[in-house]
């Protein structure tokens, strides 16, 4: 009778966890669709990083509406990220299934299925870290901001905390970084140079781009071509 008392109370424990953790992630995705996030989890790790290299902590990061953005950067990034961003609902199956086609092929070039949605998800509320934890956990505010937020507000803060860079979070901290401009004034050439590097932006140059960086650039610059400017409201 103790035991099941115990499973019964571990049991409800358990629910009240679950209910909070729902209640609670609600909740901070509602706040955030009108309130611009300052810091991210990825921005803090960033500052760990070089406090333990012993560098100067230098954090650029500049939040601005979507208004105050280039044309160009949604084209750039629907282009390379995610192309059905404005048909999906959060995830791209077929996407995936490529991807996980591609990657049983070639363990050594992992591509990811990730759509732009997921992605924010995770630079957002999450850590970088691959682990079925945070898959799991990135779905589930996937979801949420798909619901609550729309394409609009999780395209905004998507180009507002992407790193881009050492240091370098969101198109406007980047646009002056390498531009020594403003995101809303930002050519085509100057958009896709920015998006090509987001396969590995600690790695890849915005300005001295190698030689694979200048064709993924050719090949976004090609695609823009076919993808109008995105219509929120669809």
């Not at 629910?15 to 992630?25: D, E």
């Not at 500049?62 to 048909?87: C, G, H, N, R, T």
Request: glycine share 4%; hydrophobic share 45%.
């Amino acid at each position: 009778m103790a035991k099941g008392s115990k499973i019964k109370r571990l049991f409800k424990y358990v629910l009240y966890l679950i209910f909070a953790f729902i209640l609670l992630s609600v909740l901070t995705v509602t706040v955030y669709k009108f309130v611009s996030l300052p810091v991210t989890p990825l921005m803090f790790i960033r500052s760990n990083e070089m406090m333990k290299n012993n560098q100067t902590v230098q954090i650029k990061h500049k939040w601005v509406s979507i208004d105050k953005m280039s044309p160009y950067l949604f084209q750039a990034v629907l282009a390379a990220e995610d192309d059905m961003f404005l048909e999906h609902n959060g995830f791209d199956f077929d996407a995936m299934r490529k991807a996980y086609n591609s990657n049983k092929k070639n363990t050594k070039k992992i591509k990811g299925g990730s759509t732009v949605s997921q992605q924010t998800a995770k630079n957002v509320f999450l850590w970088p870290k691959r682990s079925y934890l945070r898959k799991g956990l990135e779905a589930w505010f996937t979801i949420l901001i798909e619901i609550i937020w729309g394409k609009e507000r999780i395209m905004e803060e998507y180009l507002n905390v992407v790193e881009l860079g050492n240091g370098i979070f969101g198109v406007e901290a980047a646009s002056q970084k390498y531009f020594k401009k403003s995101a809303s004034v930002l050519t085509k050439y100057e958009a896709a140079s920015l998006i090509s590097v987001l396969p590995n932006p600690n790695k890849f140059s915005v300005l001295n781009p190698s030689a694979y960086t200048a064709r993924y650039r050719a090949s976004i610059l090609n695609r823009m071509n076919y993808i109008p400017k995105p219509n929120f409201d669809k």
